[in-house]
């Protein structure tokens, strides 16, 4: 090669690479992702949390009708034309909630999450809370009549509601025997029962008189001893019943627990009663009642008053214990009516509806 000339030197040609088998980086990537996604769908989708949620539930117009029969029906005593509504408020209650179906009713601003050991305690089947649930609602309807009738001034009567095994009533007195006299005192309430026996102690004798099915009767029974009481245990749980000629049944399916009575009672109070309580308005309410007329706190007020809003209500009766709680979820235009009896919520109504005032949260 002469020097100082430019040259180009022939090469042979490089040998091509063969095609590289498989999946490229990217695709792995993209596949992975795929996977995951999947994988956490699945999870979201199917994977439990230990929280209820919970949401307005189903409202009832204890003055209507359900499944073509009144919700509460009087039997064998004169009712007089209601109007408008007195409606009942509840909570749904939605169990087995999925990841993104917690989330889900969450963002939805209808519903808040709680932790499910709150509503179902450890070893409790749903069964079994189902069927307490279920109990308390029908003694909630019973303190509901008898607490309407009271305040209607009928006759009432003690009865013996419950009885424990291996005291001194068992094998004596039965369900539903009515009590006439504990230790030679008169019964009229259930709070005479306690009274007749403070100066007793386990062992003493004393005397029943009670009525079984109509018979009156009279026993003697020795007094037992209970935990934590230095007096004379008898063993029986009185209870205050309506002593009446006719009969109230209170229809409604799959509802639980104990914060309609006050509405169920108020229902019957406008039934028995000439003109319209709710003076022909849409009413909606809640609160446990005990068979004396007091109004208790219930829980889940601010989805009641979403529902009774949603229902077409414009007066919320709320319990007493549950203003403070009402008065931050109110939606507007809603009326909160304060209710720490029967008699208050009967008063406030009859005001109302004559164009008055009534007390509020």
Known sequence: ???????????????????RRGLTRRTWTLVISLAVVLVLGLLGGFARVPYVALGPGPT????????????????????????????????????????????????????ALAPREEFFRPGESEQQVRDQNVKAFQDSQTSAEVAALRYLDYPMKVVAAEITNDTAAAGVLQPDDRLLEVNGKQVVTADDVRPALETTKPGDRVQLTFEHEGERKTATVTLGRADGRETGFL???????????FDIKISLNDVGGPSAGMMFALSIVDKLTPGELNGGQSVAGTGEINDKGEVGRIGGIQFK??????????????PAGNCD????????????????????????????AAGGDAPTC
């Open 1 to 19: 090669m002469t020097e100082g000339t430019d040259t180009v030197v022939d090469q042979a040609p490089p040998t091509p690479k063969p095609p």
């Open 305 to 318: 008053l979403v529902a009774a809003a949603e229902g077409g209500a414009t007066t919320f009766l709320v």
């Open 325 to 352: 709680e009402a008065r931050q979820h109110a939606p507007e235009g809603m009326r909160l009516v304060k209710v720490e009896k029967l008699d208050d919520a009967v008063r406030a109504l009859e005001s109302l």
């Open 60 to 111: 009832y117009d204890t003055l209507g009708q359900v499944n073509g029969g009144d919700v509460v029906a009087i039997e064998g005593q004169e009712t007089f034309p209601t109007g408008g509504r007195l409606t009942m408020t509840t909570v749904s209650l939605t169990d087995d909630v999925s990841l993104f179906g917690a989330l889900g009713l969450w963002v939805s601003g209808r519903y």
């Open 235 to 245: 063993g029986v749980l009185p209870l205050d019943r309506a002593d009446v000629p």
